[in-house]
């Protein structure tokens, strides 16, 4: 679904520690609002950021999955939210207004978070995530661990593919039946995969340890990214924009419920 | 609990955690078409990945069960709020299995007590895991627990349940001849249990299933939280220690004694 596009947006040049720590306030960002109409001007800003990284057409084409989303939610909180005020009695139900209202806000909420990982991940190579990561003060190991999974997902998938390819030629077809014989039918298919990945796991070790992973000295990375001025910008932005969406949060507006 | 540390200084267990996360990851992906709730959670026969690497590859599952979500969420353009209690809940679901079933770590055909203990820490595994998620996103007011709580708590017992005993059959003898197995790893340590073991899995399992029924009681509004504090008050003797909790509780206030055990469990066993 993801992939890092080749682009030169301004985004792209951003230091990965800037985006990663973006990434971070965003998250708390998009939880400090649950009115409709504040997270629809997040999502608008959300928005913008997907334009300047050029990753918009990408967000777009899953407007379906986003609809799915606004409905299941504004469903299921007016479900399972019982709070006072005016409400609809549907089908011998009390479903309250603030509680509609409310699974708007969290529709829009999960939309928003979304479309800003759909720019993340669109414009920060995985190899400059974990470098981000790891300027961030996460140990090499735990960032060597995480980027070698990363790379590890597409051979698994070639692994099974070619399992898969072989195991046709000798009839088993893991794609025929129903959903559920579907599913077991994939652990055929699964046990070479693991084996083939586990085998190869074992020969990786090994070869790490021949190139010193072991040794305990300070590593040099051959990818090098300086902070800019674009980098001190975005974050002053994003900061500014947190702390003042929790003043006004603080303050009572920005929620139908109260509730995060 | 120390052997979560120290594996980081063992290469081939750190290779095992970047394994676990990819395949569990690579498991993931195709199934984000199967969605259950949008955003969410999908259809994961993945999560018996977490669960017999656990047996197997002992302190390299739970790190590798939570990166792989975090490998997952990304690739699935994902990543959010979710994510975070995601990667709580599944470094549980890679964790409890191998502090469960720690007697097996020589046999490599289970027998039917080994498979009944497998079975029984996979099933303690998967609803710490759901009961986790469910009240992280509960508690950020995202998705109500009894539905996501519920659905993860179900997915997980379903393919953890099933597939794990499979999967260890077919896998442990492999892993062992290519010393893998992290009791080949980390030597005669890994195989002894917790002196604290006995009062760890009361606390694990108290928790993990009074957190499953409490959760779905304060979620579905079926006993109040002012319900709750009335009972926890009478329990504790009308003691004081929760008189400032009052007015509306609800399932994140309701359910965090259940963590804390389930913390405490997980310490200890």
């Known amino acids: ?260 | 609990m120390k052997d979560l540390i120290s594996m980081w200084n063992k290469t081939r267990l750190i290779v095992l955690v970047a394994v676990t996360a990819a395949v569990y990851a690579a498991l993931m992906l195709p199934f984000k078409l199967v969605t259950i709730i949008p955003g969410y959670t999908e259809l994961r026969p993945g999560v018996a990945i977490p669960t017999v690497f656990s047996i197997l590859f002992g302190p390299a599952a739970p790190w590798g069960a939570a990166f792989g979500n975090i490998v997952g969420d990304y690739l699935g353009g994902m990543l959010g709020w979710g994510s975070l209690f995601g990667l709580l809940g599944n470094f549980f679901l890679g964790y409890i299995p191998y502090r469960v079933a720690k007697p097996l770590v020589h046999r490599i055909k289970p027998g039917l007590w080994g498979t009944v203990q497998i079975i029984l820490a996979c099933a303690l595994a998967s609803i710490v895991c759901g009961v986790i998620i469910g009240w992280g996103l509960d508690l950020l007011g995202i998705l109500p627990f009894a539905t996501l709580g519920n659905i993860i708590i179900i997915n997980n017992l379903l393919f953890t349940c099933i597939l794990t005993p499979i999967f260890y059959r077919l896998l442990v003898f492999r892993s062992r001849r290519w010393n893998l197995h992290y009791t080949q790893v980390l030597g005669e340590d890994a195989e002894r249990r917790s002196r604290t073991f006995g009062i760890g899995i009361i606390l694990l399992t108290i928790g993990a299933v009074g957190g499953w029924v409490a959760g779905n009681l304060l979620s579905l509004q079926i006993i109040e939280g002012s319900d709750l504090i009335a009972l926890l008050q009478q329990a504790s003797g009308g003691g004081y220690f929760i008189e400032g909790a009052s007015g509306s509780l609800t399932v994140s206030w309701g359910l965090s004694p259940a963590i804390l055990m389930i913390i405490a469990g997980a310490i200890l066993i």
């Open chain 1, 1 to 260: 679904m993801m992939e890092e596009r080749q682009n030169s947006s301004p985004l792209h040049h951003l230091h990965p520690s800037t985006k990663v720590l973006c990434l971070l306030l965003f998250l708390v960002w998009a939880m400090v609002f649950n009115h409709p109409l504040y997270h629809l001007a997040i999502t608008a800003l959300v928005v913008i950021i997907n334009l300047i990284g050029g990753s918009f057409r990408r967000a777009l084409s899953f407007w379906k999955f986003y609809l799915v989303i606004a409905c299941a939610a504004v469903l299921l909180w007016s479900l399972f939210l019982d709070e006072p005020g005016p409400a609809y009695n549907i089908l011998g139900r009390h479903i309250a207004t603030s509680a509609i209202l409310y699974g708007i806000g969290m529709g829009l909420r999960l939309i928003s978070l979304i479309l800003f990982a759909v720019v993340f991940s669109s414009t920060t190579p995985v190899e400059a995530f974990t470098y981000g990561l790891r300027r961030l003060g996460l140990p090499y190991r735990v960032g060597f661990s995480l980027s070698l999974a990363f790379r590890l997902v597409p051979s698994v998938y070639q692994t099974a593919k070619m399992v898969e390819s072989a195991q046709q030629a000798r009839g088993h077809n893991p794609r025929k039946g129903g959903p559920l014989r579907r599913i077991f039918g994939f652990v055929p298919l699964m046990i070479p995969t693991i084996l083939y990945t586990l085998r190869s796991a074992n020969n990786l070790s090994l070869a790490l340890e021949c190139k010193g992973f072991g040794l305990k000295r300070k590593r040099t990375s051959l990818a090098r990214y300086r902070i800019g001025w674009g980098d001190i910008l975005t974050l002053a932005l994003f900061i500014v924009g947190l702390s003042a969406s929790i003043w006004l949060r603080l303050k009572g507006y920005g929620a139908v419920i109260d509730r995060l």
